[in-house]
């Protein structure tokens, strides 16, 4: 033990005592004087800006107890919470995540583990994350996949800066659907921003976007044009291949935004023309988290040194044996800061990991009946919505995965709440739509709602 053997436990704590009160900053008194004149700081509270509103009070009000107290008071909190059976999508999807996912993910080697620099101790997390970027190369067709990106939103920002630096010519325009969710476009506008770069809304045509609507947007100044199949609303965009001609012609970057499920029964992003897919991963290992995710990440060989964040490669040790490694870090930290192209500082792994092992315990089989089934449950469980006296199901004639929209003869806001009363919930869309997501999860609760929406509706 460091210190001064000749003081109690007692005189040694009071020496080392932090003057905030915390066991995290172990200071001296003496330490933080010298460290505050060296800034020029009378006390540590100058470090910190936060206001008077926000600021803590140095109580939390909560009755202290014992372990077996606060478990018993946590179990009454959360009881009080609705037990609703969810039907909401619109970007954050469940499906049965297998309890081999949680098995495996949750030992030790994995739950502890930090970014994986020191490959000679973390070969089994660096192979796993090897296989995950190869599931997405051959979902996608593409060559290059990371691992990985925060989110799909973040994922799409990288897409975007991507494009400005490897567009042959100059250019200024990103293109966007009309339905992109107003939050992952927030994400993108504060990501071109300091690219110089303007989003630009490309006008959609029931539900999805046409080859004539990109074309009377596009023109030599488009950087990127982006697309999601499925969209938010559930719809699967139909003429990715003509886009993909266009957007081809005017030396502009594809992205589309897609996830795991859908692209292993939907064609290969590649042979319609992308050069990037983003997308959420995390559709696959986690429930759904609505605000946690993982950022699909996807593009051609000749991006390679373009791409934000990590990869992981395959090589061999002095041995000769087949060894895996972190290779290719974009970010300043790692390279020199007028070469990165990213500041991405986490990678998502342990939640990589997951979808690796969700998709490896489904195999090509079980990937493709699970999409399967997010094909046939919306429009079986529209068909039978539609039956209902008030009721039109879906709103577009068109193919759904995972969700749809409905119309209804009534405030669409006091449908929602009474069907949330008997224990469903769906979202409003406006005041006479409303939208449902089916999946593997909630399948067992279709007859249910379908009595549900009747009984609200009548």
């Not at 003429?239 to 957007?247: K, Q, R, S, T």
């Not at 795991?260 to 759904?288: E, Q, T, W």
């Amino acid at each position: 033990m460091s210190g001064n053997p000749e003081l109690s436990i007692t005189d040694r704590d009071e020496q080392n005592a932090d003057p905030r009160g915390t066991p995290y900053a172990p200071h001296t008194a003496d330490e933080v004087e010298t460290m505050l004149e060296a800034i020029d700081a009378d006390d540590v509270d100058e470090l910190f800006d936060i206001g008077e509103s926000i600021r803590f009070d140095g109580s939390f009000d909560i009755d202290g107890g014992s372990e077996q107290v606060v478990e018993r008071r946590l179990r009454e909190t959360l009881a009080r919470n609705d037990d609703a059976t969810e039907f909401l999508g619109r970007g954050h999807y469940s499906h049965h995540v297998p309890s081999i996912v949680d098995h495996i993910s949750l030992r030790s080697e994995f739950i502890t583990s930090y970014t994986q620099y020191q490959p000679e101790v973390t070969q089994g997390f660096l192979q796993a994350l090897f296989e995950y970027q190869s599931m997405l190369v051959e979902l996608t067709g593409l060559e290059i996949a990371n691992c990985s990106m925060y989110d799909a939103a973040t994922a799409l920002g990288e897409a975007a800066t991507l494009a400005a630096r490897v567009r042959g010519t100059s250019g200024s325009r990103v293109l966007v659907p009309e339905y992109l969710r107003p939050e992952r476009r927030d994400v993108l506008e504060n990501y071109v921003d300091g690219a110089d770069l303007s989003v630009e809304t490309v006008p959609a045509d029931d539900g999805v976007t046409t080859p004539d609507a990109v074309e009377r947007a596009i023109d030599d100044d488009v950087v990127m044009a982006y697309l999601e199949s499925p969209t938010t609303e559930g719809l699967l965009e139909e003429h990715l291949e003509e886009i993909g001609a266009l957007v081809d012609d005017h030396d502009a970057m594809f992205c589309l935004g897609s996830d795991p499920v859908a692209l292993s029964l939907l064609r290969s992003p590649a042979s319609v023309g992308v050069d990037v897919v983003i997308g959420d991963a995390s559709v696959l290992g986690l429930p759904a988290s609505y605000g946690m995710g993982l950022g699909l990440f996807a593009c051609r060989e000749e991006y390679l040194r373009q791409v934000p964040g990590r990869l992981v490669g395959a090589s061999e040790d002095a041995d000769g044996n087949r060894a895996f490694t972190l290779t290719l870090q974009t970010r300043e930290q790692h390279i020199r800061r007028e070469r990165a192209t990213s500041n991405i500082c986490t990678n998502q792994a342990w939640v990589a990991l997951r979808t690796a092992i969700h998709a490896a315990s489904l195999g090509p089989s079980g990937l493709v009946s699970l999409a399967t089934t997010c094909r046939e449950l919306p429009e079986r469980t529209a068909a039978r919505l539609d039956e209902i006296d008030g009721v039109s199901a879906p709103v577009r004639n068109r193919y759904h995965f995972r969700e749809f929209r409905a119309r209804v003869d009534a405030d669409a806001e006091a449908v929602v709440a009474a069907l949330n009363d008997d224990g469903f919930a769906i979202h409003a869309v406006d005041e006479e739509t409303v939208q449902l997501c089916v999946t593997d999860v909630n399948e067992h609760r279709i007859d249910d709602l379908v009595d549900a929406v009747e009984g609200v509706m009548n």
